[in-house]
């Protein structure tokens, strides 16, 4: 990982109309991220990616892409770009789709094909190359339209909730070529509001909200500045008599009950120890107590929470 | 440019290789065998013989000078039926029958009383045939005529020699001469011409917002715009369909051309008999008309693919497209509208105000250089015209698609497109 690096946002904003759809953004993406482009629905996080595909123009603020500012369209033989709206010509053959995106990437006829053919190979598709797009079922458009944005192998994946509308198959698939691509040092940013999800995958993220910055860094150290002190328990039984310590704000921040454990958010100050204590002494029958890392799902509810939730973009087909 | 051709490419094959294509492709010449072989084989079958009967009552000579007339020419087959002293309607309901049961196509009655008072009467099947009824009428004319002065004592050699049946050709004069090409010849290509110019302006523009409005639809707009410039896309985009509209042209041009290099073999093809295809004449088309067909195709399509484009990037479905593409259909519709009135003047007032109008033009200009002649400055000017429209209004449709292909959701207004054409 060098330093300088691949992607550099000084200050962007864009508005349509009065809505302001991102506002002062700045971030930047080390080489060889995985980075995570967080945030609820109408965040601004597909305008940012927009504006980083140079297809709307910031009203302010720079965009830098591999160290300069030429645009994204530039560079678009070293970025691979997936849409948050997904689509193919229906009518036209799969390997002739996949040859054409690719020219429109500058790689040149010939190996386009031969790429083409060998992706199809790997994803399980070779036989349905001369199928015409509108034939295949919606998962196997969507593995067509992945090897379309990757087919050039370009040193930079862009991509608007990748696993959006994916079927458990198709995302695991999805996931395999990311951790392939990123081996192979390959930098990879996506959008997401899936919070697990960015979670296995990321080891930088970026929380925006009602188009600003929440927090960014890399995942350990978000988790470490942002996290507190988490613990997870379970109980085997006699839950009820834990109940008054765990909803003690002397002891607990907060408490997510997931059903089966619950994470708890420590007050300031209460080390571990003293809550097991405490949960000890009243009886009830302890399954499980883990020191746990915050979740990044509970760093970002505490983040964003209710003040992050806003309508979407009035326009936002536009975004 | 390498991702322009791409494009160019990508629009001209997945044409080219469409069911449309081929189906209209074939079509064409198919269309101009049908319309160049069938009235010279329908002429075969109206042409041939008429079995008809004459029903003489008791008109003497008169009868037969008509027979001659009649059969001079091949025209008609005559049985002869002399109706005895009253016994006409019983003749005439016993042809009447043989009319019926197709044996004859009619017959006719000639009278003592013809020649005076120059009345006869023909009952048939086909009296609504213009054809044989003027047929009919000028071998009777002549047979009275030639009766009545040879009843004066004419000397016959005379009567003989008034008997000259005339026929008259129009050829055309244009510039370069008499062309040899009559004047049905030339209405028929400067109305073919004009209609191909329409319908292959049209189609192909219509082609062009399809293309645009597809890629719009299936959302792969964005993921070509982060790779080429919308100019590129829609200079890629209108290429390749002109490149398919200029393709289909020249199939149909080389096969008119074949047609009439290669029409006695056509005929021959379809055993139609030598004198019945002497009777159809095919155009001449000069180097002059198919040089002046190409640019106006070409410009009448760029100038009506960049305003179906603007309408393929404001709109979002098909139904709204269809909607939004009435204004541009509306534009191009005068000149369609005033196809017959060109044809009847090309060098009318009417024809030269149109033939400047840059979006007629390439519909009208064509057809009058095809009917008549057209000074070269008016098709200069009306080029110039022409292509200096072209460069504005392809500027601004550039502008207003470059935002349109993103916009989803409401039709924008008027005001909403300047905005986004004056947008940097």
């Known amino acids: 990982m060098t330093s300088d690096p691949i992607i550099q946002i000084d200050g962007i904003t864009k508005r349509f109309g009065d809505f302001v759809a991102v506002s002062t953004l700045s971030l930047s993406v080390p080489r060889g991220a995985v980075y995570g482009l967080l945030g609820p629905n109408g965040a601004g996080k597909t305008t940012t990616i927009r504006m980083l595909m140079d297809i709307i123009i910031p009203d302010e603020g720079t965009v830098r892409l591999f160290g300069d500012a030429r645009g994204g369209r530039e560079h678009s033989a070293d970025i691979g770009y997936l849409p948050e709206e997904r689509g193919l010509y229906r009518k036209m053959r799969v390997l002739d789709t996949l040859v054409f995106l690719a020219e429109t990437k500058g790689v040149p006829r010939d190996a386009a094909r031969r790429k083409a053919e060998e992706w199809l190979g790997r994803l399980d598709l070779g036989e349905w190359g001369m199928k015409k797009v509108e034939e295949l079922s919606k998962g196997m458009q969507q593995k067509v339209q992945f090897i379309a944005t990757m087919l050039h192998e370009p040193a930079l994946l862009i991509l608007d ?6 079927d458990p198959i198709n995302t695991q698939t999805l996931k395999d070529v990311i951790v392939h691509l990123s081996r192979a040092g390959t930098t990879i940013v996506f959008s997401t509001h899936q919070m697990d999800v960015a979670e296995r995958i990321c080891d930088h993220v970026c929380i925006i909200a009602a188009g600003r910055k929440v927090l960014d860094g890399p995942l350990a150290e978000v988790k470490r500045v942002h996290g507190g002190t988490h613990v997870a328990v379970a109980f085997e039984g006699g839950r009820e008599l834990a109940v008054p310590i765990i909803s ?6 907060k408490a997510d009950d997931y059903g089966g454990y619950a994470e708890l958010a420590l007050a300031d100050g209460v080390q571990p120890q003293s809550l097991l204590e405490r949960l000890v002494a009243s009886a009830a029958r302890l399954q499980r107590f883990e020191h746990i890392e915050p979740s990044l799902n509970r760093i970002f509810l505490d983040k964003v929470g209710a003040a992050g939730a806003r309508p979407r973009n009035p326009e936002a087909s536009r975004e | 440019m390498n991702k322009v051709w791409a494009v160019v490419r990508r629009e001209f094959v997945e044409r080219v290789r469409s069911r449309w294509f081929l189906i209209s492709t074939v079509l064409g010449p198919v269309f101009m065998i049908v319309v160049t072989v069938l009235p ?41 039926v002399t109706a005895t002293e009253g016994g006409a309607p019983a003749a005439m309901a016993e042809l009447t029958s043989r009319v019926q049961a197709n044996a004859i196509e009619g017959f006719l009655v000639v009278s003592g009383s013809t020649l005076e008072s120059g009345k006869l009467e023909y009952r048939g099947r086909n009296v609504s ?103 590129q896309l829609l200079l890629g985009k209108v290429v390749g369909v002109g490149a398919v509209g200029l393709l289909q042209m020249g199939i149909w041009g080389a096969a008119a051309a074949a047609l009439i290099r290669y029409r006695d073999v056509v005929f021959g093809l379809f055993k139609v008999p030598a004198q019945q295809a002497a009777l159809i004449q095919l155009p001449a088309i000069g180097t002059g008309l198919v040089a002046m067909v190409l640019a106006y195709f070409l410009l009448g399509y760029l100038l009506y693919s960049a305003m179906f484009a603007v309408v393929g990037a404001t709109v979002s479905t098909d139904s709204e497209a269809q909607q939004a593409q009435m204004p541009v259909v509306m534009l191009l519709i005068p000149g369609i509208l005033v196809f017959p009135a060109v044809l009847n003047d090309p060098a009318g007032r009417l024809s030269h105000v149109m033939g400047l109008v840059p979006f007629w033009s390439p519909i009208i200009m064509p057809i009058r250089a095809a009917a008549s002649d057209v000074p070269p400055a008016e098709v200069a000017a009306s080029l110039a015209i022409l292509a200096v429209t072209v460069v504005a209004v392809v500027w601004v449709a550039a502008r207003i698609y470059r935002v349109g292909i993103l916009m989803y959701g409401k039709r924008p207004g008027i005001g909403e497109l300047v905005r986004w054409a004056r947008q940097s």
């Open chain 1, 161 to 166: 909730e990748p696993f959006a509308g994916l």
């Open chain 1, 248 to 253: 003690d704000p002397r002891l607990v921040a």
């Open chain 2, 40 to 80: 010279a084989l329908l002429a075969g079958s109206g042409g041939g013989a008429r079995h008809i009967a004459l029903l003489d009552e008791g008109s003497g000579t008169l009868a037969d000078r008509l027979v001659t007339q009649l059969e001079t020419g091949n025209q008609f087959r005559v049985d002869r």
């Open chain 2, 129 to 231: 045939s213009i054809r044989d009824v003027a047929l009919l009428q000028s071998a009777a004319r002549q047979a009275v005529m030639m009766e009545r002065l040879t009843r004066r004592g004419v000397d016959p050699a005379i009567v003989q020699e008034s008997e000259a049946r005339i026929s008259m050709t129009t050829l055309r004069i244009s510039k370069r001469g008499t062309t040899g090409e009559t004047s049905e010849a030339a209405f028929f290509l400067a109305y073919i011409i004009g209609f191909v110019m329409y319908m292959a302006i049209f189609l192909y523009s219509v082609n062009v917002m399809r293309s645009v409005l597809e890629e719009k639809q299936t959302r792969i707009i964005e993921v070509l715009v982060s790779s080429l410039r919308p100019f």
